[in-house]
Each structure stands twice: as C-alpha cells, then as structure tokens.
C-alpha cells in the first residue's frame, strides 16, 4: 500500500507538470462564453470573438471545432454550459447516478437501485463486479480533434483527508494528429474505521488519419489501479451504537458516537484491489474512398483489445464471518484474467444503401489461480477444482445503419461460431427524429452469455468459498421505447425477460455461494424525465417505475425512484460576469430489500430479511460560472444535520451523513 500511495503521487506530479503550462497562459483565452467541455451539444450560439494578444488578430476556433469522438464515431463538442443535469454528473463516477446508491465513503460501492444492464459481450465479464463502477472500458474512452490545445481540471473535496482530481490535457500537433491524457485520483480516508479508498485512473489516447483520408488509427492505453480498505461493514454492536439503542440511549452516548470514528466494525485487518491494463487499437483502410463524385466507399478495418485485469483480496487474519478458513493468518486471494480479442471488418458505406459492416473476431482468454484446489465434501468424496479456464474463441457478425429524411434503422449481431463457451447478442430498431426536440424508437435485444467467471471458478483461504460451476447461459430479451419531448417530457419504458438469472446468496450456514434461478423472470421499467421552467425558476423531475414478476425474491429493486430538483438561475454583475445557480434536490426511493455486499468477493448478494429506504434524501447546492470555469458548492444530505442518520444503503453499511462539499471544473483553451 505505501507504493500504491507513492506511485499516485508521482503520477499527480507528471500530470500537474503537464498542465501547469497550458493553465498559465489560457486564463484568457476562452473560445466561447457560454460553450464547455461535456458530451452534450453546446447551448446557445456561437460567438465569433477574436484571440487576444496575436499579431495578426485571427478569430478564435468556432467551439464546434473541439470535437469527442466515442468508441462508434458519433461525434459531440466541448461544452463549458452550467446546466442541472451537470449537476448531476459533478461526482465521483462523472456521469448521472440516479440509479445508483453510494456507500458511505466516495471511492466505495454502489448499491444498484436498478441492476446493471451489461449486454453486448460474448465472454464472460471478469468478477468483482461491485469494484467496477469506476473502472473505465474500452467503450468509456473518448477521442478528440481540437483546432488549440485544451485542458480540464475537476476538482472535489471527499470525506475526511483526501481529495479528488480528474486532470485531462489534449493536443492536435497537427491536424492529422490527436494526443490526449489524462489521470483520475482519489484519495479519501472516511468517517468510518478502516474504509479507506484510493484509486487512480490514468488513460492516454491517439487518433490519427493521413492526409488523404484513406487511413485512420484510434487508440488508447489505459492502467488503473482501485484500492478499498474492507471493514465488514458496521459489526452487531456497531449497528446499535449506529442506532443509539439500548445501553446507548442516552444523549451522551448519542453524541459519542456522532463521531462515526468510534463506531465498531466488523473488523480492521482486510484490504481489496483491483487492477487493470488495456491496450486498444482501432485502425482502418479506405480501399474506394468516397468522394465528389462517388457516394461509396469500402473499408477493411481491425480492432485489437489486449486486457490484462486482476482481483485480490488480503486479510491478515480469518474472521468467522466467512467460516472455516485454511489459514489462520495473512489470507490471500488473487484471481487474473488475460483477454486477447482481434476483430476484422469490412465496412461498405453509401448515402443511399446506408452502412453495412462484416465482422469476424476471436478472442483468447486464460483466467484462473495459481494452484490447483482438492476438497472432501460431506460424504467423503474427493472434489477437484480446478485452477484455470483457458481456451479460444470465433465469433461473426455485422452491423447495419441507415438515417433517411429523419427516420432510422439499425441493427447488431455478433454469435459465437467456436469455442468452449456459447453466447451471442442482437439488436434492432427503427427511429424517427420530427427535430431535435421530437423523436421516436424502438428497440428490440437478444442476448445470451455465460454468467461473470466468479460464478464460474473461484478459490479462496476461506474454506467454503471456493467452487466450479457449469451453469447455463442468461437468456435476456428486451423491448425498449424511447420518446422524446424536449419542452414537454423524455419516456424510456422497457420490458425485459431473463432466464437463468445468476446471483449470489446466503446458504443455511450464512455463506455466500452462487446460485441459478430456473424460472423467467419479468421486469418492466418505466423511466420520465420532465422539466418546466418559468422566468427563473425551474423544476426538473425524474421518476422510474420498476415491476418484477416471476422473481421478486432474487431480483430485488425499488419500485419507485425519484429525484425532485427546485432551483433559480440568473446572470449577476456587469456583463453577465456571473451565473449563479441554486437550488434544492430531493431523492427518494421505497423501501425494499436490497442486496447485500461481500467484501470477499467483491459482489452483492441476495437478501430477503432487511429492508432499506423509504427516507428523503435532500442536496442544497449553490452552482457558479465565471468565464469557462463552474464553481460546485453542496450540502448532502441536509436533512441529517437535524436528527441523527439511522439509515443504511446496503446492510450493515450506512449511508453518508450531512457535509459540505467544495469543487470545480476548470476549462483552459490556448
């Protein structure tokens, strides 16, 4: 750990001497007023103002010229607005967690208010999946194109001795050629014993086409490191002090333990890490290029993934919690995953036929432990587990896309044609744009994958987590509707079916063990998003609606989320030279039995016994913008600062208390 903590700081350093430079000299020299960096279309128009302090006086770059260009090419522009929906992403994960309920600390878990939908993939996901909700894929990395040099610095204060930082740096050298790169850091000691969180994510990326535009490389390198201090959560004890009942009902022993400090836990021995390398390379070749006088062209193309992940949990001495352990001290469980994936394709594209890719991919993967387990059961039986699954993979596919006077077509598939595991996935829709304001879609998805490899294979310290499994594929099929009304209301609704559903769950001995649920299950989602605005104050309202049938006791979520947000927004002092936005924000979902997190595994499971949430939870913020710089202040959780916080978002594991927090997000353009 204490390298960990040096090798974040050296790489705070590099990054700060990358930066400072390009901070010094673009204080003053913002492209656009009301423009920023973001991945949603610039509001308001554009200004022509001109470059301060050039000889020649040239006008500045329109903002439309600093592009971000995701994984599939669809292209959006930097966007330096103060608007509530950034707000919203102005956290930990930068983007929306409206189906998300955090833990205690920044940097920890999320409990899911709606599972996550990781559809699209023909291997198994790596495990640990309650560590991944800040752990960047391949399809989370951008590219960019920018006419001047630009900078981003997010900045966010956490809980107790510790900070955030989001520092990104971009560069055309020429106009051919894009560099960019970026670390993300946090550090954040907790309210809480022995909940310490640090994690870093440093990504770097390329993209490049030649002069005639025939040859265009994107790509990326990425290495992460998320470091979680394991508790246990709060111990028997600890919950009653939490609670301030029995001995503890008396107010001096409420305000001893309001320092969340001295709140027992479970225990203060254990730690989790999970790491990650990717290489990722996207590179193709105009074999007809499309020009004036042709409508078509044909393209071969390769994409190459090469993912080095892993998983390890220490504790330097068993705790009866988990059961029986092999070793009395300095456990420890380490779990890798090597993936090699290559995909080749042929792109045809014409502005009449619309745009058809062929594909073929392998992939080969080694997964696994560094030793090989035996285990006698019950009834004297000797039983191997093994210590790796290792194999390769041939999948096909395409993809089709069409958009003609507003209407859209679409469609993906890829199948698995060899190799030890089965799995495929499709989609399909059509869609229908009136404007920017209107539109209509429909989709429907197909999707058959083996469960995440900790179902699979795992092995541990602890006696009874250790297993092999050979369980069928989940099958999941979805119908999805989209209908948007810009000034009047945003619809998703969605109804999706699942069989053989994998979860984890506590057996007869209070041991987590993996499970598979033999009926359908049936969910149906509806999600509304509306916001009115008169003069200036608004109100924007977001609701989901969740029904399960068939499952409701393996697959549990809120029927009901909301989040309600009153604010005021106005532009004060000469010139506009401030817009001030403040407001308050109420979350609300009812109470359910949420899952429950096993530090072990890294994973949720399945709980019937405790319901959770049913309480408030009220943000006041108060938003700032001055030039192309957004200035964030919030009280979280204000309704806690009156009466002690008796609630928890995932057993055992309470939810944040009331605090001030403090950050920004600085744009620089050279």
Do not use: C
């Amino acid at each position: 750990m204490p390298q960990f903590k040096i090798r974040m700081r050296k790489n705070l350093i590099i990054i700060f001497l990358l930066l400072v430079g390009p901070m010094i000299w673009a204080q003053d020299r913002n492209p656009e007023e009301d423009s920023g960096f973001g991945r949603s279309p610039v509001q308001g128009t554009n200004k022509s103002t001109r470059r301060p302090g050039t000889k020649d006086d040239k006008k500045k770059p329109p903002i439309t010229d600093y592009k971000i260009i995701s994984i599939k090419n669809d292209t959006t522009y930097v966007d330096t607005t103060l608007t509530l929906q950034k707000d919203y992403k102005f956290n930990y994960l930068r983007r929306d967690d409206f189906e998300l309920q955090p833990i205690h600390n920044v940097g920890q878990t999320y409990n899911s208010l709606a599972k996550r939908e990781e559809s699209d993939h023909l291997l198994p996901l790596f495990g640990a999946r309650a560590r991944h909700f800040n752990f960047m894929e391949a399809e989370d990395i951008d590219y960019y194109h920018v006419p001047t040099p630009l900078t981003e610095l997010y900045f966010k204060t956490t809980f107790e001795q510790g900070q955030q930082l989001d520092a990104f740096f971009t560069v055309n050298t020429s106009p051919q050629l894009n560099l960019s790169i970026a670390y993300k850091g946090v550090r954040s000691l907790g309210k809480y014993q022995h909940a310490l969180t640090s994690t870093g994510n440093f990504r770097s990326t390329v993209n490049y086409i030649t002069k005639n535009k025939r040859y265009s490389v994107k790509s990326h390198f990425v290495s992460q490191d998320l470091l979680n201090e394991e508790n246990g959560g709060l111990s028997d004890q600890g919950i009653e002090q939490y609670l301030a009942l029995g001995d503890f009902a008396s107010q001096e022993a409420q305000e001893d333990f309001a320092d969340r400090g001295a709140i027992s836990v479970n225990f203060e021995n254990a730690e989790s890490i999970l790491l990650g390398k990717r290489f990722y390379l996207d590179h193709q070749f105009a074999i007809i290029k499309k020009t004036d006088s042709t409508n078509t062209e044909l393209s071969l193309g390769h994409i190459m993934d090469l993912t080095d992940k892993s998983f390890q949990f220490d504790q330097t001495a068993a705790n009866d919690l988990f059961g029986e352990s092999y070793e009395s001290a300095n456990q420890s469980d380490k779990v890798a995953l090597e993936d090699f994936s290559n995909k080749v394709f042929l792109d045809f594209k014409n502005k009449w036929l619309g745009q058809l890719r062929i594909a073929g991919g392998s992939s080969n993967y080694n997964y696994g432990y560094n030793s090989i387990l035996s285990q006698v059961d019950n009834q004297g039986n000797t039983i191997n587990i093994t210590n790796r699954i290792k194999g390769d993979i041939y999948s096909v596919g395409g993809e089709y896309y069409n958009n003609y006077k507003g209407f859209q077509i679409f469609a993906d598939a890829m199948s698995i044609v060899s190799g030890d595991f089965d799995g495929n996935y499709f989609n399909a829709g059509v869609g229908y744009d009136l404007n920017d304001k209107y539109g209509l879609q429909a989709k429907i998805s197909s999707n058959s994958v083996a469960p995440n490899y900790n179902f699979l294979l795992y092995q541990s310290d602890y006696v009874n987590y250790n297993w092999q499994n050979s369980f069928e594929n989940i099958e999941t099929q979805k119908i999805q509707v989209n209908i948007k009304a810009k000034k009047i209301a945003e619809l998703e609704a969605s109804y999706t079916t699942i069989d053989n559903y994998t979860y984890f769950a506590k057996d007869a001995d209070s041991i987590t063990v993996p499970l598979q649920f033999s009926e359908s299950i049936d969910l149906l989602k509806v999600k509304l998003t509306q916001g009115v605005k008169f003069w200036k104050i608004g109100l924007e309202n977001t609701v989901m609606y969740q029904s399960v049938s068939g499952g409701d006791q393996v697959y549990n979520v809120p029927e009901i989320i909301t989040r309600n947000s009153l604010y005021f927004e106005d532009h004060w002092f000469k010139n506009n030279a401030l817009f001030l936005q403040t407001g308050v924000t109420l979350k609300y979902f009812t109470k359910y039995a949420a899952d429950a997190y096993d530090p072990v595994l890294s994973e949720f499971y399945v709980q019937n016994d405790e319901e959770l949430g049913g309480f408030p939870q009220i943000d006041i913020f108060f938003n700032a913008k001055i030039k192309q710089t957004r200035i964030y202040f919030k009280v979280e959780n204000f309704g806690e600062a009156f009466s002690q916080n008796k609630e928890f978002s995932a057993p055992g594991y309470a939810t944040r208390d009331a605090v001030i927090r403090f950050g920004l997000v600085w744009n620089f353009f050279l």
